[in-house]
């Protein structure tokens, strides 16, 4: 899949995808790489206003068909929003069984025990201790099974109940 991506082969591989906008701290990703070893890469994939500028340890590509393609490539995804609603991507990241670091919004609330943990504001040297963090702790069963609970028809069930509740207060 990295050779498919052209990504390095014999590095770690920190992935994002989703829009490159000043909200998800692209540039603040971007510059975690220098608080990480030099064996560790990162690539962002999407589109947007804050398109990130590449280098020899950042990649950068358009959207892609498959994102897990993407996420199978990577050894952890970060996530470093200001705010999210539901985070696609980092539900998307565990999904494929990659070790996830995130500050703590949208979903990622329900397992911040259990992923590399970014504190709010995510500065580039907090970004990368919540890389290592990620890596360190690896999947485990908690983060598994909550993924089971993140079907399409579970999702469409508690929006049906917030607009009843919403139209019935």
Same mark, same amino acid.
């Given at each position: ?86 985070? +696609? =991507? #980092? ?9 996830? %670091?995130?500050?703590?919004? *949208?979903?990622? @609330? ?32 908690? +983060? =598994? #099974? ?9 999702? %469409?069930?508690?929006?049906? *109940?917030?607009? @009843? ?5």
């Amino acid at each position: 899949v990295r050779r498919k991506l052209g990504l390095p082969l014999d590095k770690w591989l920190v992935g994002y995808v989703g829009r490159f906008s000043p909200e998800k701290r692209i540039r603040s990703i971007v510059q975690s790489v220098e608080h990480l070893p030099p064996d560790w890469s990162i690539v962002l994939v999407g589109r947007g206003s804050d398109r990130p500028i590449a280098s020899d340890r950042v990649f950068v590509r358009d959207a892609v068909e498959h994102v897990g393609d993407v996420w199978k490539a990577c050894s952890v995804g970060v996530v470093a929003s200001d705010s999210e609603g539901y985070c +696609l =991507s #980092a539900v998307e990241c565990l999904a494929a069984g990659v070790p996830l %670091a995130s500050t703590p919004v *949208g979903a990622v @609330r329900d397992v911040w025990d259990h992923v590399g943990q970014i504190e709010q504001p995510a500065e580039p040297q907090a970004i990368a201790a919540g890389i290592a963090q990620a890596r360190s702790r690896g999947i485990c069963g908690e +983060l =598994s #099974a909550w993924i089971d609970t993140q079907s399409a028809a579970r999702m %469409a069930a508690d929006w049906e *109940g917030w607009l @009843r509740e919403i139209a019935n207060p």
